[in-house]
């Protein structure tokens, strides 16, 4: 029997709930990948209080509960590059639906975006290319951090593959 999830924005208040999913999703899926600097620089990124700061000015931070728990983060800058998805309970369209609600908000507050970009990790690049996004640049590294610029262009509709 599934349950209801339920997708909103994300409550002051709830940053340390929202970084503790993130950064389990993280440490399970993508830090392998990384060497020590990349994992310490996205830990820096994903601490509550970087999250809190960041919320006060140009992010907006989506989620999904399940049950009163979260199992989904996304986090967008300026209405036009995903910071963070995470997705705790992954292969039940919560990704999809968290970016298609993404995509939405981006077009309501800010028409004039093109475009929502990404930095795909190694582990990433394949859910994204599912979603519907292109690589845009070839692979690069920076402060530890291996990742693939890609977009969406945001007329364009997410693949349902």
């Known amino acids: 029997m599934s349950t209801e999830i339920t997708y909103r924005l ?11 999913l ?7 899926f993508v830090a392998p990948d990384f060497p ?13 209080d970087a999250l809190s700061e960041r919320s006060k000015k ?4 989506l989620v999904a509960e399940e049950k009163g728990k979260l199992i989904g983060v996304l986090e967008v800058r300026q209405y036009r590059h995903v910071a ?6 992954q292969g039940r369209g919560v ?3 968290l970016l298609k609600r993404a995509v939405a908000h981006s077009r309501e507050q800010a028409p ?31 402060n530890g951090i291996t990742y ?4 969406l262009p945001v007329g364009g509709r997410l693949t349902t593959a």
């Open 95 to 97: 990704a999809r639906e």
């Open 84 to 89: 963070l998805l995470f997705v705790e309970l």
């Open 36 to 48: 020590q600097d990349g994992v310490d620089e996205f830990l820096r990124y994903a601490r509550p």
């Open 112 to 142: 004039e975006v093109q475009a929502i970009t990404v930095h795909a990790s190694r582990y990433a690049l394949p859910i994204y290319q599912r979603l519907g996004f292109a690589a845009t640049d070839p692979e690069r590294t920076e």
């Open 58 to 61: 140009d992010h907006v931070v």
């Open 22 to 28: 993130v950064t389990g999703v993280f440490n399970r």
């Open 148 to 151: 693939t610029p890609m977009a």
């Open 10 to 20: 994300a409550r002051s208040g709830e940053e340390p709930e929202v970084c503790a």
